[in-house]
């Protein structure tokens, strides 16, 4: 190998930490280097493998207690919590009647993000399971959004983006707490893409973004539709596709 | 908030900032404790180191001002492995500075895919590259830190961030595509 930019810049795109200026730049390089066409596939070959192996390795539940116990004072009862003071939880309270009343806060839509995001990655690594991905496969629109008819109490957006890099390959049902939703599945490169849709009566949330275990998501709100998109192609890809959806 | 200025030493965070440091930095115990995991490669010693840097960082909470508490809790984690490897294992230390790319990669997407494919060997591979190359890995593939929360763990300036990973990657591909990946840190 010995384009330089295989060395660099790549990474960079792999990332998702171009701007979109260089990463453009990158990709119409891409389309005349072979060298660096191949690196990337074997950047992404690695990183799959990464993540399929599963290898963070959380803290044992034990040293979680160990080190509360060890903190001086810090814990004093069983459950963990302590309330200091009577500011604090007149505090609690107030936050708590804020986001009630007040439609969702920011921060709270983002703690409830991430709490959703461990579930999205669980969907989106089940559907990459052979056999799982599509339940109705069909690289058109007009075949996958009637498969969803009767089978969901709503209507979720169906479109092939194929033209723009991302084939639609087919539709499947999931399950998120307890609902049903629609997970539309497309392609990136040899990427998947799970694209989760179900319905909300909450107000319209512009697209936010996350990553977790080299996983990335975008998800947002529009027109009753809550979605997040999820996989571990670039957020860069992720964002273009959330725009297109958006269109 | 208030502020708390009365000199170090354990105890002295009073109640609300006890509060926030459970609040804040606590629940990235699992990152501190992956982190520990891979850098000292063995579950045993992260319990140890992990646990000693959330009772450092409690200590120093006075001198967090807000921002990203996981990065701020990461670096303390990832200094204080540093200074357990020095002082337990000072002969891994001076190898691991062996940084050097003997030979490119050979990108056969093939044979990397097969040799990839393989929790333990990703595993054995990940821990015979040079804890510099490690930590990047760890915080980028595992942790899913930006270059910027990278550059701030291990403070190496963000416009390196890249070819670190670069490098990193490059010398896990071809640890991965050898016959015999224990032998990787040696010369090729």
Not at chain 1, 20 to 45: D, I, K, M, N, W
Not at chain 2, 49 to 59: D, K, N, T
Not at chain 2, 62 to 72: E, K, L, S, T, V
Request: proline content about 4%; some cysteine.
């Amino acid at each position: 190998m010995s384009c330089e930019h295989s060395h660099t810049v790549l990474h960079g795109y792999l990332d998702g930490e171009l701007d979109a200026a260089r990463a453009s730049e990158f990709e119409r390089h891409l389309e005349s280097c072979p060298e660096c066409l191949a690196a990337l596939e074997a950047q992404e070959t690695l990183r799959s493998a990464l993540q399929r192996a599963q290898l963070y390795e959380a803290a044992p539940v034990a040293l979680r207690r160990k080190i509360r116990a060890s903190l001086p004072a810090a814990v004093p009862d069983a459950f963990g919590l302590r309330w200091a003071s009577m500011r604090w939880i007149a505090l609690a309270v107030t936050a708590f009647l804020v986001a009630f009343v007040g439609w969702r806060m920011a921060s709270n839509f983002n703690e409830k993000k991430q709490y959703q995001a461990a579930e999205m990655i669980d969907a989106h690594l089940r559907s990459l399971q052979s056999g799982h991905l599509t339940d109705v496969t069909s690289t058109d629109q007009h075949t996958v959004k009637p498969w969803f008819d009767g089978k969901l109490d709503f209507s979720p957006p169906v479109r092939d983006f194929a033209n723009d890099g991302f084939p639609l390959q087919g539709g499947r049902l999931d399950v998120l707490h307890g609902r049903t939703i629609a997970a539309l599945v497309y392609g990136r490169r040899k990427h998947v893409v799970n694209v989760f849709v179900w319905p909300t009566s909450e107000r319209d949330v512009a697209p936010g973004s996350g990553s977790q275990l080299g996983y990335q998501w975008v998800d947002w709100r529009k027109g009753g539709m809550e979605f997040c998109a999820i996989s571990d192609t670039s957020t860069t890809d992720l964002d273009q596709l959330q725009r297109l959806i958006s269109q | 908030m208030s502020s708390s200025d009365q000199g170090e030493g354990l105890g002295v965070l009073d109640s609300e900032e006890r509060e926030r440091f459970e609040q804040l930095v606590l629940p990235h115990l699992d990152a501190a404790f992956n982190l520990a995991r891979w850098l000292l490669r063995g579950r045993a010693d992260a319990e140890d180191v992990a646990q000693e840097s959330m009772l450092r960082a409690y200590r120093f909470f006075n001198g967090f001002h807000g921002g990203d508490a996981r990065a701020w809790l990461l670096q303390i984690v990832r200094n204080t492995c540093y200074t357990w490897l020095e002082k337990n294992r000072p002969m891994e230390m001076k190898t691991q500075f062996d940084e050097e790319l003997h030979s490119q990669p050979a990108s056969n997407p093939e044979s990397l895919a097969i040799a990839s494919d393989n929790r333990e060997r990703l595993t054995r591979a990940l821990e015979t590259l040079p804890a510099r190359f490690r930590e990047v890995l760890v915080l980028r593939e595992l942790e899913g830190c930006s270059y910027k929360e990278i550059a701030a763990i291990t403070a190496i300036p963000i416009g390196t961030v890249m070819s670190a990973l670069s490098r990193a990657r490059q010398r896990l591909q071809q640890t991965l595509t050898q016959d015999a990946p224990q032998e990787a840190s040696r010369e090729l």
